[in-house]
């Protein structure tokens, strides 16, 4: 019994720890106009202070990162599962490398995708980890398209 | 060893309190009439050290908490106004800073003085592990002190550190989410780091107090490693360790004052200038030196769990140490082989540490991995080993005995150590300033400045022409924030009266309100007005620069430099050079090529400059020869404009300079005095001892 209540004492303890309601109201999703964005172009956009990279990619880094084969890459993911169909030039991530939460380069190392400058890990045009000792791809946002030049993200 | 205390006070009121509670008796066994070894050298006064450091920390501490602000918008201005104006606050910043850095390299001397004479053995495991918990206590503790000042390594510092938990499976993550109050770092971290902060260094107190309690039951360890046995073996702790150690921590406060009032930068990371940005990484994210060979072991380990699982194995090992070297013989003195292991041990950890600051590529990597596979060996492979097949010499009979069978030639390796220490902790310390040697950055060439070295004083008419060509070219575009204009008549800079600085001030416009109607409405500065930023906000300033915001110039100075390499940056220790940032400043600004090199390709919108790192600098020349006249006839050149807006900005950067410098030297007599007259108290005391 009074284990019972001593968790449950410790529960608000650890409880108050958590996001509080104003920063979880803050992270509410957001829209953004793709428009500006050139073909090559990127932008960053922060959401829940994490910046997300949204970048309009050329038809070759499209073609680079589709014809990658699955076994080559330390966490498989095909590049259109990472993409919505019909949109597929334009790559939405996470721009925090699943190592250790650095923010990496976009348009560097040797894959022309992201390079982090903070333990060296590279990623390719399509978000996915290639090279150094970040275990995961960069992480797609839940994100959905309004339009055509639109897109949600959360 | 502490029996029962025959203190009796013989004043009746104390003899009142004692029968109550018998606090002097306590006192007096333990610190008065506790006997100590004989033989104990000065590798022993380091416990004194650091519980002088602990007292120190703590009120250095609570004092800058009390002018403090724990907020992510304030927390980088308010440390920059306690130095700048609270009273003596430059001093109390830097007496706090660099105590965390002489506090650490404190409990490293007390860890390996340990490591080598075996006082982690029978009967003082307690006692040891108890010293390992302290140590992760004083990790914790320095890790979040360092994200207070908000700037740029403490944000990523605390990114990354944070980061490590997301390795454990299925959890991770939310435990980062419940470390961080948020999606990211942010205020609710600055938050909780800061009340933690305050919190802990009183843990530690608690646990050194059962620290000096367990080393009270088993007694001291010491450099012959066997225990006392009679009377002879050992000495009073008062008149003769506590005179000692009085010594050895004066001595330790001229190391210390050396960095507080000549190299308070030295140890830090010029990237803690920039206040912190979540939005750009800095190029290269290096802890505090002291964190430096587990950072080394995280990164060598190309899995992120492993690496982080090292990380900590690599700490917590330690708290096995009692059962992995079982040898019987405690002081490696008599350990013919152990000593030699010792050393390359101790080698193996400062490789550590200087591949801790070097970037993650190439032959820094193969050599991280060689390192750390030697780092664990030696405690899972070498001293379980050594304890089976080792041949120990013969021990002395007794702690007599050994103080008896050293004669003259006690000093020599002592002093062969200390020298080799010195010269691989600056090794060690100094790699941190490595980092962007590596960058392919120019080096600028060194200048004369009037405000380096011991003695250095700002050149007047320097500041006051710097000045002009401030307000006259750079405040176009680049502010001024942590400057106000009553500054500008403040002892130790540029030297105008209180009217002169009025005057200067009611030049500017500065934006005030809301008035009665509730309008913003503009009026003449003041004296108590800050410099005016030419841009509302970093996002106006990017726009109208081409994507790249000039930075603010308040802590340029200290906020750029360049890697001296090795093993240049061991000789700065001694030399205080700490003019990285004003060399690199007055190299860019006249470091402008017309054309670029051929084989260069310039992006479109940039200047090729030779010290900017990566060469493509985004703000077109700033200084040209005859752009601002001086009154006093000095040359109207760029040279002379450079090298007279570096030294104002110097001054920006740090106003009282001057006033540390001063006492720095006041300080230094005095304690050199104090040393002094300690060494001969000792040897006084010591005279029938040895
Ligand atoms: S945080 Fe990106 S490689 Fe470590």
Same mark, same amino acid.
């Given at each position: 019994?009074?284990?019972?209540?001593?968790?449950?004492?410790?529960?608000?303890?650890?409880?108050?720890?958590?996001?509080?309601?104003?920063?979880?109201?803050?992270?509410?999703?957001?829209?953004?106009?793709?428009?500006?964005?050139? !073909?090559?172009?990127?932008?960053?956009?922060?959401?829940?202070?994490?910046?997300?990279?949204?970048?309009?990619?050329?038809?070759?880094?499209?073609?680079?990162?589709?014809?990658?084969?699955?076994?080559?890459?330390?966490?498989?993911?095909?590049?259109?599962?990472?993409? +919505?169909?019909?949109?597929?030039?334009?790559?939405?991530?996470?721009?925090?490398?699943?190592?250790?939460?650095?923010?990496?380069?976009?348009?560097?190392? #040797?894959?022309?995708?992201?390079?982090?400058?903070?333990?060296?890990?590279?990623?390719?045009?399509?978000?996915?980890?290639?090279? =150094?000792?970040?275990?995961?791809?960069?992480?797609?946002?839940?994100?959905?398209?309004?339009?055509?030049?639109?897109? #949600?993200?959360? | 060893?502490?029996?029962?205390?025959?203190?009796?006070?013989?004043?009746?009121?104390?003899?009142?309190?004692?029968?109550?509670?018998?606090?002097?008796?306590?006192?007096?066994?333990?610190?008065?009439?506790?006997?100590?070894?004989?033989?104990?050298?000065?590798?022993?006064?380091?416990?004194?050290?650091?519980?002088?450091?602990?007292?120190?920390?703590?009120?250095?501490?609570?004092?800058?908490?009390?002018?403090?602000?724990?907020?992510?918008?304030?927390?980088?201005?308010?440390?920059?106004?306690?130095?700048?104006?609270?009273?003596?606050?430059?001093?109390?910043?830097?007496?706090?800073?660099?105590?965390?850095?002489?506090?650490?390299?404190?409990?490293?001397?007390?860890?390996?003085?340990?490591?080598?004479?075996?006082?982690? +053995?029978?009967?003082?495991?307690?006692?040891?592990?108890?010293?390992?918990?302290?140590?992760?206590?004083?990790?914790?503790?320095?890790?979040?002190?360092?994200?207070?000042?908000?700037?740029?390594?403490?944000?990523?510092?605390?990114?990354?550190?944070?980061?490590?938990?997301?390795?454990?499976?299925?959890? =991770?993550?939310?435990?980062?989410?419940?470390?961080?109050?948020?999606?990211?770092?942010?205020?609710?971290?600055?938050?909780?780091?800061?009340?933690?902060?305050?919190?802990?260094?009183?843990?530690?107190?608690?646990?050194?107090?059962?620290?000096?309690?367990?080393?009270?039951?088993?007694?001291?360890?010491?450099?012959?490693?066997?225990?006392?046995?009679?009377?002879?073996?050992?000495?009073?702790?008062?008149?003769?360790?506590?005179?000692?150690?009085?010594?050895?921590?004066?001595?330790?406060?001229?190391?210390?004052?050396?960095?507080?009032?000549?190299?308070?930068?030295?140890?830090?990371?010029?990237?803690?200038?920039?206040?912190?940005?979540?939005?750009?990484?800095?190029?290269?994210?290096?802890?505090?030196?002291?964190?430096?060979?587990?950072?080394?072991?995280?990164?060598?380990?190309?899995?992120?769990?492993?690496?982080?699982?090292?990380?900590?194995?690599?700490?917590?090992?330690?708290?096995?140490?009692?059962?992995?070297?079982?040898?019987?013989?405690?002081?490696?003195?008599?350990?013919?082989?152990?000593?030699?292991?010792?050393?390359?041990?101790?080698?193996?950890?400062?490789?550590?540490?200087?591949?801790?600051?070097?970037?993650? !590529?190439?032959?820094?990597?193969?050599?991280?991995?060689?390192?750390?596979?030697?780092?664990?060996?030696?405690?899972?492979?070498?001293?379980?080993?050594?304890?089976?097949? !080792?041949?120990?010499?013969?021990?002395?009979?007794?702690?007599?005995?050994?103080?008896?069978?050293?004669?003259?030639? +006690?000093?020599?390796?002592?002093?062969?150590?200390?020298?080799?220490?010195?010269?691989?902790?600056?090794?060690?310390?100094?790699?941190?300033?490595?980092?962007?040697?590596? !960058?392919?950055?120019?080096?600028?060439?060194?200048?004369?400045?009037?405000?380096?070295?011991?003695? =250095?004083?700002?050149?007047? =008419?320097?500041?006051?022409?710097?000045?002009?060509?401030?307000?006259?070219?750079?405040?176009?575009?680049?502010?001024?924030?942590?400057?106000?204009?009553?500054?500008?008549?403040?002892?130790?800079?540029?030297?105008?009266?209180?009217?002169?600085?009025?005057?200067?001030?009611?030049?500017?416009?500065?934006?005030?309100?809301?008035?009665?109607?509730?309008?913003?409405?503009?009026?003449?500065?003041?004296?108590?007005?800050?410099?005016?930023?030419?841009?509302?906000?970093?996002?106006?300033?990017?726009?109208?620069?081409?994507?790249?915001?000039?930075?603010?110039?308040?802590?340029?100075?200290?906020?750029?430099?360049?890697?001296?390499?090795?093993?240049?940056?061991?000789?700065?220790?001694?030399?205080?050079?700490?003019?990285?940032?004003?060399?690199?400043?007055?190299?860019?600004?006249?470091?402008?090529?017309?054309?670029?090199?051929?084989?260069?390709?310039?992006?479109?919108?940039?200047?090729?400059?030779?010290?900017?790192?990566?060469?493509?600098?985004?703000?077109? +020349?700033?200084?040209?020869?005859?752009?601002?006249?001086?009154?006093?006839?000095?040359?109207?050149?760029?040279?002379?404009?450079?090298?007279?807006?570096?030294?104002?900005?110097?001054?920006?950067?740090?106003?009282?300079?001057?006033?540390?410098?001063?006492?720095?030297?006041?300080?230094?007599?005095?304690?050199?005095?104090?040393?002094?007259?300690?060494?001969?108290?000792?040897?006084?005391?010591?005279?029938?001892?040895?």
């Amino acid at each position: 019994m009074a284990a019972v209540g001593a968790v449950a004492t410790a529960w608000p303890f650890i409880s108050q720890m958590n996001p509080d309601a104003a920063t979880i109201a803050a992270g509410a999703p957001i829209e953004v106009d793709l428009t500006p964005i050139a !073909e090559g172009q990127d932008i960053k956009v922060f959401w829940r202070g994490k910046p997300i990279y949204i970048m309009n990619r050329t038809k070759k880094q499209v073609e680079e990162a589709q014809k990658v084969p699955l076994s080559s890459l330390p966490d498989p993911q095909t590049d259109q599962q990472r993409t +919505k169909a019909g949109h597929e030039q334009w790559l939405v991530v996470v721009g925090i490398c699943t190592h250790l939460g650095c923010i990496p380069i976009a348009h560097e190392g #040797q894959y022309d995708g992201f390079f982090c400058p903070c333990h060296g890990s590279v990623y390719d045009t399509s978000g996915r980890i290639r090279q =150094g000792p970040a275990p995961a791809n960069l992480a797609v946002p839940p994100y959905a398209f309004l339009s055509d030049t639109k897109i #949600q993200i959360g | 060893m502490s029996g029962p205390s025959d203190f009796q006070p013989t004043n009746p009121a104390l003899k009142w309190i004692e029968r109550r509670l018998p606090i002097m008796g306590l006192v007096h066994s333990s610190f008065v009439a506790y006997p100590t070894p004989r033989n104990l050298n000065y590798w022993w006064t380091f416990g004194a050290i650091l519980s002088f450091m602990l007292a120190m920390q703590i009120a250095t501490g609570v004092i800058l908490a009390m002018h403090y602000t724990p907020h992510a918008d304030l927390a980088f201005k308010s440390v920059e106004l306690i130095v700048r104006d609270v009273n003596f606050g430059w001093l109390l910043r830097n007496m706090h800073a660099c105590g965390a850095s002489m506090f650490f390299f404190a409990v490293y001397v007390h860890m390996f003085r340990g490591l080598y004479y075996g006082s982690y +053995k029978e009967p003082r495991e307690v006692l040891w592990i108890l010293g390992v918990i302290i140590y992760l206590l004083m990790m914790a503790t320095g890790f979040m002190g360092y994200v207070l000042p908000w700037g740029q390594m403490s944000f990523w510092g605390a990114t990354v550190i944070t980061n490590l938990f997301s390795a454990i499976p299925y959890v =991770g993550e939310s435990i980062v989410t419940l470390l961080w109050g948020g999606y990211a770092v942010g205020n609710p971290t600055l938050n909780r780091f800061f009340s933690l902060h305050y919190l802990l260094p009183f843990v530690i107190a608690g646990v050194v107090v059962l620290h000096v309690w367990a080393l009270h039951v088993a007694g001291q360890n010491n450099p012959a490693g066997v225990e006392m046995k009679t009377e002879k073996d050992s000495v009073p702790f008062t008149p003769h360790a506590t005179i000692k150690d009085m010594f050895g921590v004066s001595v330790f406060l001229l190391l210390y004052a050396w960095f507080i009032f000549y190299m308070p930068n030295y140890l830090g990371d010029a990237e803690n200038y920039v206040p912190a940005n979540p939005g750009v990484t800095p190029a290269h994210i290096v802890p505090e030196w002291y964190y430096l060979p587990f950072y080394a072991i995280l990164r060598s380990i190309p899995n992120k769990l492993a690496g982080v699982v090292a990380m900590f194995g690599a700490i917590i090992i330690l708290a096995f140490l009692p059962w992995l070297d079982s040898a019987r013989t405690k002081s490696s003195k008599y350990r013919p082989l152990a000593k030699q292991f010792f050393w390359i041990f101790v080698v193996v950890c400062i490789g550590l540490g200087y591949l801790g600051a070097q970037p993650p !590529e190439g032959i820094y990597v193969i050599v991280g991995r060689i390192l750390t596979v030697m780092y664990f060996a030696y405690f899972l492979v070498v001293l379980p080993l050594l304890a089976r097949i !080792e041949k120990p010499r013969p021990l002395p009979n007794s702690i007599a005995d050994d103080v008896l069978a050293k004669t003259g030639s +006690k000093t020599a390796p002592m002093v062969s150590t200390v020298i080799a220490l010195m010269i691989a902790g600056g090794l060690f310390v100094g790699s941190a300033q490595n980092v962007s040697a590596a !960058e392919g950055q120019q080096k600028p060439p060194a200048n004369k400045w009037s405000f380096s070295g011991p003695f =250095g004083k700002f050149d007047r =008419g320097a500041l006051q022409r710097g000045l002009k060509v401030y307000k006259e070219v750079c405040s176009a575009c680049h502010g001024l924030s942590f400057v106000a204009f009553r500054n500008l008549a403040d002892p130790g800079g540029p030297g105008y009266s209180t009217a002169q600085a009025a005057a200067f001030a009611s030049e500017y416009k500065i934006k005030d309100g809301p008035n009665d109607q509730g309008e913003m409405f503009e009026r003449p500065g003041r004296p108590a007005d800050y410099f005016p930023s030419p841009f509302p906000n970093e996002q106006a300033a990017r726009a109208a620069n081409g994507g790249a915001a000039p930075p603010d110039l308040s802590l340029i100075t200290k906020a750029r430099t360049y890697g001296r390499g090795f093993p240049t940056f061991i000789f700065d220790f001694f030399t205080q050079y700490q003019e990285q940032g004003p060399d690199y400043l007055v190299a860019l600004l006249q470091g402008y090529e017309d054309k670029p090199p051929a084989g260069f390709n310039l992006p479109a919108g940039s200047f090729y400059n030779t010290y900017f790192p990566g060469h493509a600098i985004k703000m077109p +020349k700033p200084l040209s020869d005859g752009q601002v006249t001086f009154d006093d006839g000095s040359p109207a050149t760029v040279a002379q404009y450079a090298k007279d807006v570096t030294t104002f900005l110097m001054w920006a950067a740090e106003p009282h300079m001057e006033a540390r410098k001063r006492l720095g030297l006041q300080v230094f007599v005095f304690l050199i005095l104090l040393a002094g007259l300690l060494y001969f108290t000792k040897k006084k005391v010591w005279a029938t001892a040895h």
